[in-house]
């Protein structure tokens, strides 16, 4: 069956430094990963998607990877600060049609960011 | 635009009864896909829905229902609760690729 992870439940780092955060998936080939930030009591909310023939894709402080071939995706926030703290869900978008299927989530990785 | 509403926020049910959970998408937005989120989980795809049918369905028995309205808002519906059911339950709306989620209804059942 399809199973994704995301190697951390939790993640400290320092403020200023980068973060990253890691998605492996097996036993799919989503046409679709989707990044999500979640804070307490909230609904996830959409930061960025990359497409399965792209390798990178960037915005502002926020870069993802994707290699469908290691069937992993790369999370990556730069000069962090305390505000991104919050759980970071990785979710394999399974297309229907050409709209969006239904999202297959990890566990999420809380990331905690130090002043 | 006021985003994806859910109601109620909080819910507090008896095992064996049965609840109905409510979901108005963002203007525009005609596909409602609602997800059950575990403490400490991912959210779990429980259905979607577009011009008013089921269109996938993931994991969950038939005490798990819905309904999509003509102005595309939607309704979840749990019979014969279970304890296990305890979970926060996300409405998310979409017209293109990503989903844009509601608050989340919290329902706790004892």
């Known amino acids: 069956s399809q199973k994704i992870e995301q190697n951390s439940e939790a993640l400290n780092i320092q403020e200023g430094k980068t973060a990253t955060l890691t998605c492996n998936y097996t036993?799919?080939?989503?046409?679709?990963l989707q990044w999500y930030r979640q804070d307490p009591g909230r609904g996830p909310v959409f930061l960025l998607l990359?497409?399965?023939?792209?390798k990178e894709k960037r915005k502002e402080r926020l870069k993802v990877t994707f290699d469908t071939t290691l069937k992993q995706s790369l999370f990556h926030i730069t000069a962090s600060q305390p505000a991104d703290s919050a759980t970071y869900l990785c979710?394999?978008?399974?297309?229907?049609?050409?709209?969006?299927?239904?999202?297959?989530f990890g566990k999420g990785t809380k990331l905690s960011v130090k002043p | 635009d006021a985003g994806v509403t859910q109601s109620p926020t909080h819910l507090i049910k008896t095992r064996g009864q049965q609840v109905t959970l409510r979901c108005s998408p963002k203007?525009?937005?005609?596909?409602v896909s609602w997800y059950q989120q575990a403490l400490g989980q991912g959210p779990q795809f429980i259905f979607q829905?577009?011009?008013?049918?089921?269109?996938q369905r993931g994991n969950f028995p038939d005490r798990f229902s819905g309904h999509q309205f003509p102005n595309y808002s939607s309704e979840l519906n749990v019979n014969a609760l279970l304890l296990g059911d305890s979970a926060l339950y996300l409405c998310?709306?979409?017209?293109?690729?990503?989903?844009?989620f509601g608050q989340g209804t919290r329902l706790t059942v004892v």
């Open positions: 203007s525009g937005h005609d596909t």
């Open positions: 990359i497409r399965e023939n792209e």
């Open positions: 036993n799919y080939s989503p046409a679709y």
């Open positions: 979710a394999l978008d399974k297309d229907y049609g050409g709209s969006q299927g239904n999202l297959i």
């Open positions: 829905y577009y011009e008013e049918e089921e269109r």
């Open positions: 998310a709306s979409s017209f293109s690729r990503e989903a844009f």
